[in-house]
């Protein structure tokens, strides 16, 4: 039995800028930070000449192309992994959805569990290319690459996207007292309800390639904030990096319709007169989890429990794609 992890992940800056579309022509710079919510494969062998899966649904095949899952059934093909005698299950903390990578933990967590079954070790950097390969380049989803290179690094990373597909990539340089007070005053708060981003990224990624100019300022600018948010959390300024959290969202409605709705401003709102200093939806919009900054912790957690909303506690995760259990 192999049993793999991923974790999912909160965009800390830059976010949108990651997409095909927009790095391609103006390089994407995005902070994404792993969190200890996570992404379960277990993969098993059996004693009968088929593949089982369950996830959502079961499926049990023996034939590649008869898997209905788009991402299991390429990751089987990409890896050369043949479906008979396995048993192949996925389990998740958050649900799908909800705007914290999981489509992307799910892929990573995927993909190292059928490389080790293989006995391959694969670096992390392939691992994130494999994984962004089977999303964007096999399946044509209109999404980025943050989610893919967060799960499998982990930490609270810098990500630079160049036109030319390459990555570069470090650790942001917090100090340790910064570190404790981000994750001790990031609170997540959950909608109560998921989506697709599918749409929501469909409608940036077809301006983007359009060149839309309201589009493009808009992505241009929401790279600089994540630029100023970079050195706000560097020198540990933190209500600095709160305030442009703030910003950031305000732009990030601008791109769509369907970024946000009137619950989800009015939670919003709430938040902000209860003691968030910065906030956002995290992911493409419409649904998930709301994210804020705050110095208040108790005020802010009573009004939005007073609201209806749950609250998901969350520490940083620096391990990225793991092997948790192997027999």
């Not at 994407?28 to 996570?38: M, N, W």
């Not at 009968?48 to 369950?54: G, N, Q, R, S, T």
């Not at 470090?170 to 998921?194: A, R």
């Amino acid at each position: 039995m192999i049993i793999t992890r991923s974790p999912s992940r909160i965009s800390l800056g830059g976010g949108g800028t990651d997409l095909p579309s927009y790095y391609r022509q103006h390089t994407g710079f995005v902070i994404a930070a792993a969190i200890d919510k996570y992404v379960y494969i277990t993969l098993h062998q059996t004693f009968v000449d088929d593949l089982i899966i369950k996830y959502s649904q079961m499926e049990r095949v023996r034939e590649l192309d008869d898997i209905h899952h788009p991402l299991i059934r390429e990751a089987f093909k990409l890896t050369g992994v043949e479906p008979s005698y396995l048993e192949v299950a996925s389990m998740s903390d958050i649900p799908a959805g909800t705007g914290l990578g999981s489509s992307g933990s799910f892929t990573t967590a995927l993909l190292h569990a059928l490389h080790t079954y293989k006995r391959a070790i694969l670096p992390k950097e392939e691992l994130a290319k494999q994984a962004c390969h089977l999303e964007i380049d096999v399946l044509k989803e209109p999404v980025g690459k943050q989610d893919q290179y967060i799960a499998a690094y982990g930490g609270i990373t810098c990500f630079h996207f160049l036109p030319d597909d390459r990555v570069e990539l470090q650790p942001l340089q917090l100090s340790p007292e910064t570190l404790i007070n981000l994750e001790d005053n990031l609170i997540l708060f959950f909608t109560g309800y998921s989506r697709s981003a599918s749409q929501i990224l469909q409608h940036q990624d077809t301006h983007t390639r359009e060149h839309d100019k309201t589009m493009l300022k808009n992505l241009h600018y929401v790279k600089e904030l994540g630029q100023e948010s970079k050195k706000a959390l560097e020198t540990g300024n933190l209500r600095q990096f709160a305030d442009l959290m703030h910003v950031h969202w305000e732009h990030k409605k601008k791109r769509s319709p369907a970024v946000s709705n009137s619950a989800i401003d009015e939670y919003y709102a709430l938040a902000r007169a209860n003691g968030a200093i910065g906030g956002k939806l995290i992911g493409a919009g419409g649904g998930g989890f709301l994210m804020f900054y705050t110095e208040d912790k108790t005020r802010l957690r009573h009004a939005m429990r007073q609201a209806g909303l749950r609250e998901i506690r969350l520490r940083f995760d620096f391990h990225g794609t793991s092997v948790v259990a192997q027999s």
